[in-house]
């Protein structure tokens, strides 16, 4: 069964860091892109950072390059996502998912909530 759990947001001032991680089981985590994607308020799934199965290729949503960075260490089974200079409009449910930016994001975990607010 494929588990993917989401944690280190919380409540930050804009300017301000976080540094997301998941953690993944049930499959095996060094063959697969993986992503993170988020939900703001009354919006849909938005795609935030791809990287690829062995680390060497990542890519981003344009309003987080620059600011974020996704990273992964395959022999903890576990994604990071290092959000800096962080805005109001990053504010959302950040989630982990299984696959690259073409997928559907149905693997993913519970989410960890980024609220940037001064």
């Known amino acids: 069964e494929v588990q993917l759990v989401e944690a280190g947001g919380g409540l930050v001032q804009p300017g301000g860091s976080l540094r997301l991680s998941c953690a993944a089981s049930?499959?095996?985590?060094?063959?697969?892109?993986m992503s993170w994607v988020r939900q703001a308020p009354g919006k849909g799934l938005e795609w935030v950072s791809s990287?690829?199965?062995?680390?060497?290729?990542?890519s981003y949503l344009d309003s987080v390059k620059g600011r974020f960075t996704i990273s992964r260490d395959n022999a903890k089974n576990t994604l990071y996502l290092q959000l800096n200079s962080l805005k109001t409009e990053d504010t959302a449910m950040y989630y982990c998912?299984?696959?690259?930016?073409?997928?559907?994001?149905?693997?993913r975990g519970q989410g960890t909530q980024v609220t940037v607010s001064s």
């Open positions: 049930g499959f095996t985590f060094s063959g697969y892109f």
């Open positions: 998912s299984r696959g690259g930016s073409w997928s559907d994001f149905s693997y």
């Open positions: 990287i690829a199965s062995g680390g060497g290729s990542t």
